[in-house]
Nanobody, 124 residues
Framework: QVQLVESGGGLVQAGGSLRLSCAAS????????MGWFRQVPGTEREFVAG????????YYVDSVKGRFTISRDNAKSTVYLQMNSLKPEDTAVYYC?????????????????WGQGTQVTVSS
């Protein structure tokens, strides 16, 4: 059974940084486009960032461009989200997502696997 396990969430002041990690259990990790979504209670889960399975393409939602960076380490089957200059509106539960051979602009209904989520809270 494939598992995606996130870590690194927490409470941070506005302007601060956090790095999220997502460790994947599938042996074919390098064939998966990996990404991050986030969700605020009562709203739709929204795409944040994606990194193609080839490693050559990234996509970021406009609200995080220049502040967040997605990366992956295929040897460790892990994807990261470095979040800098955090804002209160970044507060959400962040979910790791995997889509085999998917596009870097990930769509919810095409995701093959989801993590359990990690809470990020940014105080003003």
């Amino acid at each position: 059974q494939v598992q995606l396990v996130e870590s690194g969430g927490g409470l941070v002041q506005a302007g601060g940084s956090l790095r999220l990690s997502c460790a994947a259990s599938m042996g074919t990790f390098r064939t998966y486009t990996m990404g991050w979504f986030r969700q605020v209670p009562g709203t739709e889960r929204e795409f944040v960032a994606g990194l193609s399975w080839s490693g050559g393409f990234t996509y970021y939602v406009d609200s995080v461009k220049g502040r967040f960076t997605i990366s992956r380490d295929n040897a460790k089957s892990t994807v990261y989200l470095q979040m800098n200059s955090l804002k209160p509106e970044d507060t959400a539960v962040y979910y790791c997502a995997a889509d085999r051979y998917g596009n870097s602009y990930m769509k919810k209904d095409e995701v093959d696997y989801w993590g359990q989520g990690t809470q990020v809270t940014v105080s003003s």
